[in-house]
Structures are given as structure tokens and as C-alpha cells.
T-cell receptor, first 118, second 115 residues
Framework: AQTVTQSQPEMSVQEAETVTLSCTYD???????LFWYKQPPSRQMILVIR??????QNATENRFSVNFQKAAKSFSLKISDSQLGDTAMYFC???????????????FGKGITLSVRP | DAGVIQSPRHEVTEMGQEVTLRCKPI?????LFWYRQTMMRGLELLIY????????DSGMPEDRFSAKMPNASFSTLKIQPSEPRDSAVYFC?????????????FGNGTRLTVT
């Protein structure tokens, strides 16, 4: 079974600064996918970024980037130029690779609450 | 694309009553997932379907919980009888079968309060 750990329950950052959210996971799988989801106060779950384990290059999406360390089983999210709209809960999630059949389920961490201060 | 649609958005009920949560996945998506979110346990997978067939229901907490997917465009999660500890936000999510390992598309959730 896979586990995802987000050890920091909450963080705060000044607007326009950079913040890094930590995530570690445990798995015996060699091929898998990692995700960061954002949940603002509206409760909607929004996909922020996705990383395929077989890719060495770290994924980036505009102001969001990841630091994927496969050997260390670490997957941190860096938010550059933080904006007030980034205030939300952020979840790290794991999905093992499936070749055929049903899509694999997502296993989530407990989440971290990020507050961006004006 | 209307997204995953869940209803109701909020539900308040008394202990012992039956509760039914509804979900309409994105058209063309063949996999559907029900998650429960609480402060204590975070997001937990309850059950998921592929092509209307339940694949894994190991997360369903007990017999009071049941889920159905009678067709490709509709699923229900029923709790009977409900208890205060069932209070949580329940999310439905879907993915397209043709894209293995694709990320989940979530609905806006149903906040259930059992008094």
C-alpha cells in the first residue's frame, strides 16, 4: 500500500515571495504519478501540477514547479511570486501506473493550509 | 464541459435518517470515484467504479454505506441510517477510461451534517 505524508499542517508566506510545500511518499512501485491539488475556501479540488515518475525533469506550470527526488521519495511544490489567490489547502497525491483496466485510485496526504499575507 | 456535478451542495439531517448523495460524472468519463474528507482523516477513497462496475469498495466504512452506478451518467452514495460521525464533505470525481493514469476531475462536494 502507498502512503503520502505532508508533515507541515500549515504555512504562511508574504505576497510576492516564494514558498515550498513538502511531501514525502512511500511505495514499492517503480512507475507512478504524483500530483498536487489545490482546495480553496470554495471547496473545489483543482489540479495544480502532475509529475510522471519515469521523467527526470521536474514539472512546471507557470508559477508552480516541483522538486521531484525519486530516490528520496520526495515531491515538494514551489510557488513563486505568491498571490493572495494562492491561499488554499494543498494536497499531495500518489497514483500507481496502470497498464490496462480501470484507472488507479489516488492516495492523498492530509494536506497543508497555505496562507498568503498581503 | 459542465464538469462533475454533485447534489445537494449541503445536506443537514438528523441521526437515523437516510441520506442520498448524487453525482453526474463528465460525459465520456468511464471511471467514477467517491471520496470523503474530514479534518481528522483527510481525503479517503470510499469506492470506485469503472464502466458502472464497482472495482474497489474496501474504503466503504460499514454496511450503512452503499453506492450504485446504474448507468454511465449517474451515481449515488447512500447512508442508512446516518450517524453524527458521518458528517463530512463527500466528493465525487471522474476520469476518462481512454486516458489511463489521468488526473481526477472533482465535483464541488456535498457537505453533510448529521445532528
Amino acid at each position: 500500500a502507498q502512503t503520502v505524508t505532508q508533515s507541515q499542517p500549515e504555512m504562511s508566506v508574504q505576497e510576492a515571495e516564494t514558498v515550498t510545500l513538502s511531501c514525502t511518499y512511500d511505495t514499492s512501485e517503480s512507475n507512478y504519478y504524483l500530483f498536487w491539488y489545490k482546495q480553496p475556501p470554495s471547496r473545489q479540488m483543482i489540479l495544480v501540477i502532475r509529475q510522471e515518475a519515469y521523467k527526470q525533469q521536474n514539472a512546471t506550470e507557470n508559477r508552480f514547479s516541483v522538486n521531484f527526488q525519486k530516490a528520496a521519495k520526495s515531491f515538494s511544490l514551489k510557488i513563486s511570486d505568491s498571490q493572495l489567490g494562492d491561499t488554499a489547502m494543498y494536497f499531495c497525491a500518489f497514483m500507481k501506473h496502470e497498464f490496462v483496466g480501470a484507472n488507479s485510485k489516488l492516495t492523498f496526504g492530509k494536506g497543508i493550509t497555505l496562507s498568503v499575507r498581503p | 464541459d459542465a464538469g462533475v456535478i454533485q447534489s445537494p451542495r449541503h445536506e443537514v439531517t438528523e441521526m437515523g435518517q437516510e441520506v442520498t448523495l448524487r453525482c453526474k460524472p463528465i460525459s465520456g468519463h468511464n471511471s467514477l470515484f467517491w471520496y470523503r474528507q474530514t479534518m481528522m482523516r483527510g481525503l479517503e477513497l470510499l469506492i470506485y467504479f469503472n464502466n458502472n462496475v464497482p472495482i474497489d469498495d474496501s474504503g466503504m466504512p460499514e454496511d450503512r454505506f452503499s453506492a450504485k452506478m446504474p448507468n454511465a451518467s449517474f451515481s449515488t452514495l447512500k447512508i442508512q441510517p446516518s450517524e453524527p460521525r458521518d458528517s463530512a464533505v463527500y466528493f465525487c470525481a471522474s476520469t476518462p477510461d481512454r486516458e489511463y493514469n489521468s488526473p481526477l476531475h472533482f465535483g464541488n462536494g456535498t457537505r453533510l451534517t448529521v445532528t
